[in-house]
C-alpha cells in the first residue's frame, strides 16, 4: 500500500514535469511582466525536483516510519524497519538517489564548465579589447560584425565591438549598455543555469527544452525593462527597437558562425514587437496571484514532505 | 602604474609586431615610458604563459614569442566567444544573436511601419 503522500508528490510531479511547463511556455501573460513570470518558471523548476526525488524518498523509506523525518531518523539512528522492505522500496531509493545526484550534478558540472569557459573567454578578450572613453565599464573590441555582449562572472566583462559602434548612434549604443548592464546587475546567468544543466541532464522530458528557451527569452524581455527604465531619450522603445534590429540585421552579421540562431531568431522578432507594441503590464492582482501561486507551488511539496504520512 | 591587464596586452602587441623571439630586457626598454622592472615583465611574460598565449625558447637569453599571431588570435577569439555553440550560449549574454536573411528584413519592415513612436508617448 503506498502512502497517499508519495502519490500526492508523484501527481505533482507528473503536472510539473508536462503540463504545467507547456501551459506556462504557451501563455501570453509572461511579456507582460517578465521578472514575474521567471519568478514562476524558478518555482517550477524547484517544485518539480523537489516532488519527483520526495515521492521516490517517501515511498522507499515507508517501512521506517511514516513520516520522511521519522523513517530518516529511524535509518540515520539504526533503528530496524517496522514493516517488511520490499524490492519496489529499494528501486525507488535507489531511483531517488540516482535522480538526486544527476540533477546536483549536472548542475554542478554545468556551473563549472561555464566558469571555465568564461575565465577563458575573458582571457582571450583581455589581450585585445581596449577600454572605452565614453562608457567606463565598457570595452570595444576591434570588429566589424555588430556584436555586443557581456561574460557575468567575480569580474564581469562588457564588450561592444567597432562595427557595433560604427552601426548605432549614441542613444542605441546607450540602450544597448543598459541592456548588457541590467544583465549583470540582475545575475540572469545565475536564472538560466539550472535550466540549461536540466536540458542536459533531461533530453528526454521535451518541458526542460521548452522551459530552457522560454526563459531565454524573458530574461532578455527583462533586461529590455530595465534598460527602458534607465533610457533618457524621447522614444527609448523605439531607440531600443531600432539598435536590436540594426544589430541583428548588420552587414557584418553573416561573418558570425551560426549555432543555435533559428531559436535566437523568433526570439529576437518577440522582442522588437513587445517594444513597439507594448502588451499592457500586469494588473497589481494578477501580480500577486501569479507571485502567490508560485510559493504555494514550493510550498506544497515541502509541506507534504514534511507532514506525517496520511 | 599600469594595471597587469594592461601591461600584458602592451607585452603582446610587442610580441605580435616582432618579427622574431624577443627578450625580457627588450620588453622592459620597450615599454620604459611606463616604468615596469624587469621583474614586472617576467611576472607579466609568466602569466602570459600559463594563458597559453606566449612561448619561450631555450636560448640564452631567453626569446619569448606569441604562439598564434593576432589574425589568428582574433579568429580563435570569434570562434569561441560568439559561435554560440551548445551550452556556449550559457557562458555569455549577447545582446542580439545574427538572424536569417528573411526575418531581419520583417523586423525592418515592422520598424519602419511600427506604430512605436505613440506608445512611447504614451508612456
Known amino acids: ?310 | 602604474m599600469a594595471s597587469l591587464g594592461e601591461l600584458e596586452r602592451a607585452v603582446m602587441e610587442r610580441l605580435w609586431a616582432a618579427d622574431g623571439p624577443v627578450a625580457a630586457t627588450a620588453l622592459r626598454d620597450g615599454l620604459a615610458d611606463r616604468g615596469v622592472a624587469l621583474t614586472t615583465v617576467h611576472t607579466v611574460l609568466t602569466r602570459l604563459e600559463q594563458k597559453g598565449f606566449v612561448v619561450h625558447d631555450d636560448a640564452r637569453p631567453r626569446g619569448f614569442s606569441a604562439r598564434s599571431t593576432r589574425a589568428d588570435h582574433a579568429a580563435e577569439l570569434m570562434h569561441e566567444v560568439l559561435g554560440q555553440a551548445g551550452d556556449r550560449e550559457a557562458v555569455l549574454a549577447r545582446f542580439v544573436g545574427s538572424v536569417n536573411a528573411d526575418e531581419a528584413r520583417m523586423l525592418r519592415e515592422l520598424l519602419a511601419g511600427g506604430p512605436g513612436t505613440s506608445a512611447d508617448a504614451a508612456r
Open chain 1, 1 to 310: 500500500m503506498l502512502p497517499a503522500t508519495a502519490v500526492s508528490l508523484a501527481v505533482l510531479a507528473a503536472l510539473l514535469a508536462w503540463p504545467v511547463p507547456a501551459l506556462l511556455a504557451r501563455a501570453r501573460w509572461p511579456r507582460r511582466d517578465p521578472l514575474v513570470a521567471l519568478v514562476c518558471w524558478q518555482a517550477v523548476g524547484l517544485a518539480g525536483g523537489l516532488s519527483i526525488i520526495g515521492a521516490l524518498l517517501v515511498h522507499g523509506l515507508a517501512p521506517w516510519g511514516h513520516s520522511l523525518p521519522e523513517a530518516l531518523g529511524a535509518v540515520l539512528t539504526g533503528h530496524p524497519a517496522g514493516d517488511p522492505v520490499r524490492g519496489d522500496h529499494w528501486v525507488a531509493l535507489t531511483l531517488a538517489g540516482v535522480l538526486a545526484s544527476e540533477l546536483l550534478g549536472v548542475l554542478l558540472l554545468s556551473w563549472v564548465r561555464t566558469t571555465r569557459a568564461r575565465r577563458r573567454h575573458r582571457e582571450l578578450l583581455e589581450l585585445v579589447v581596449q577600454p572605452s572613453a565614453d562608457l567606463p565599464d565598457t570595452r570595444l573590441l576591434e570588429h566589424p560584425a555588430p556584436v555586443a555582449f557581456c561574460i557575468p562572472g567575480a569580474r564581469p566583462l562588457l564588450v561592444l565591438s567597432s562595427g557595433m559602434v560604427a552601426e548605432l548612434d549614441e542613444d542605441q549604443l546607450a540602450a544597448v549598455v543598459a541592456h548588457e548592464r541590467a544583465h549583470l546587475r540582475e545575475h540572469h546567468h545565475l536564472l538560466l543555469l539550472p535550466f540549461v544543466a536540466w536540458e542536459a541532464a533531461l533530453p528526454v522530458l521535451p518541458a526542460a527544452g521548452r522551459a530552457h528557451a522560454a526563459v531565454r527569452e524573458l530574461v532578455e524581455m527583462r533586461a529590455d525593462d530595465v534598460a527602458l527604465a534607465s533610457l533618457a531619450g524621447r522614444v527609448p522603445r523605439r531607440t531600443l527597437a531600432r539598435a536590436i534590429v540594426a544589430a541583428a540585421g548588420g552587414p557584418g552579421g553573416a561573418g558570425v558562425p551560426d549555432g543555435a540562431l533559428a531559436v535566437t531568431g523568433s526570439a529576437t522578432g518577440a522582442r522588437v514587437i513587445r517594444l513597439l507594441e507594448p502588451p499592457s503590464p500586469l494588473s497589481a492582482p494578477a501580480r500577486w496571484a501569479a507571485l502567490i501561486a508560485a510559493g504555494l507551488l514550493l510550498l506544497l511539496p515541502t509541506v507534504l514532505l514534511l507532514a506525517p504520512a496520511f
